[in-house]
């Protein structure tokens, strides 16, 4: 049944793409590229960026698309793959200094003021505090934090335990401030900032993450790298 209804909402998306009326001028382009390498776009030609980042070891992209790029007779190119997989010698580190590889290729392709909104799902909050403090070296400056539930009842949120059930997105405006560097600072003290957590009892374990994500977000995008 869930195919069922798959295949039909396909084939509706299909025929509203060859009835709905379109602008003339609207042209889409899809491009496979390197992220952290983006020599076929100039400076300052992007108005946004939408963008769903690998979320450190939680999925192992090119391992588990192995076998269908077997089939399809694919070479899938793992050596920019920006992920944490010691397999590939590649530590949280690597994974930090790869992402930001991007951001700055972000940075110089979007045009200054233009927003990026980033979706990222990770139970580690210290890699929520790595790409806060990489997008605010990178020259942004926080726009808006938000958090999506959703509808319904997605079968990976519920099947993987230590998966996230929330969504939540960054979204930054590109101020390209050059030669920031961020200062350290206690993430004990920092929890301890935010109180003793009376209520805790009160709210589920997915609100307490979802509110010491945005809270952490909130302080490394300040500039302050937790430790």
């Known amino acids: 049944d869930r195919c069922k209804q798959f295949s039909i909402a396909k084939c509706t998306i299909a025929k509203n793409l060859h009835t709905s009326s379109k ?19 100039p400076n300052d030609c992007i108005d946004y960026i939408l963008t769903d980042p690998p979320y450190g070891d939680a999925i192992q992209y090119s ?28 530590d949280s580190e690597t994974y930090s200094a790869m992402l930001e590889k991007f951001l700055t290729e972000a ?63 960054i979204t930054i405006r ?23 957590f009376q209520d805790a009892s009160l709210v589920s374990q997915q609100q307490l993450y979802d509110f010491l994500v945005l809270a952490s977000v909130n302080e490394s995008m300040k500039g302050i790298r937790l430790t």
């Open 23 to 41: 602008p003339d001028r609207l042209v889409s382009n899809v491009t496979i590229a390197d992220a952290t390498n983006l020599v076929h776009l």
């Open 63 to 90: 391992e588990l698309s192995f076998i269908w790029n077997c089939w399809l007779k694919q070479v899938y190119e793992i050596a920019n793959e920006i992920v944490i997989n010691p397999e590939q010698s590649k």
């Open 107 to 169: 940075s110089r392709v979007l045009k200054i003021d233009g927003l990026m909104t980033i979706s990222f799902h990770s139970r580690d909050i210290a890699l929520w505090c790595e790409l806060a403090v990489s997008l605010y070296e990178c020259g942004f400056e926080l726009e808006d934090l938000f958090t999506s539930h959703g509808v319904g009842s997605p079968f990976t949120k519920n099947w993987a335990s230590f998966s996230p059930k929330s969504d939540i997105y």
């Open 174 to 196: 590109n101020r390209r401030i050059n030669n920031r560097k961020a200062k350290t600072s206690s993430g004990l003290d920092f929890i301890k900032s935010l109180g003793d």
